[in-house]
């Protein structure tokens, strides 16, 4: 069992920066593969970031390329999501998951989300 507890959304002008943290608990943390999930208003929900166990491998939306970076530390269970140069069509809910597998990533546990809105 995983759970995930998301922080660090907010209001911020574009051309800025945030920076999400997802809190894991669970012993299992350090095997699962973690990711950065979003849903805007009106809009499916999309991956946005995804990190494999040991932080080796990383995957990133093309719209996200260069500006966002996610990272793990295993010792401190968390994963975070730098995000720099922030436009307006960032602005939506993000999401914390943890997935068994990184290349079939599907995920299995779900943070409560964390509102990231971007003004013009």
């Known amino acids: 069992q995983v759970q995930l507890v998301e922080s660090g959304g907010g209001l911020v002008q574009a051309g800025g920066s945030l920076r999400l943290s997802c809190a894991a608990s669970?012993?299992?943390?350090?095997?699962?593969?973690m990711g950065w999930f979003r849903q805007a208003p009106g809009k499916e929900r999309e991956t946005v970031a995804l990190?494999?166990?040991?932080?080796?491998?990383?995957y990133y939306v093309d719209s996200v390329k260069g500006r966002f970076t996610i990272s793990r530390d295993t010792a401190k269970n968390r994963v975070d999501l730098q995000m720099n140069s922030l436009k307006p069509e960032d602005t939506a809910i993000y999401y914390c998951?943890?997935?068994?597998?990184?290349?079939?990533?599907?995920?299995?546990?779900w943070g409560q989300g964390t509102q990231v809105t971007i003004s013009s």
């Open positions: 998951t943890a997935s068994r597998t990184y290349r079939d990533y599907r995920p299995e546990y």
């Open positions: 669970g012993r299992a943390f350090s095997s699962y593969a």
């Open positions: 990190i494999n166990w040991n932080g080796g491998s990383t």
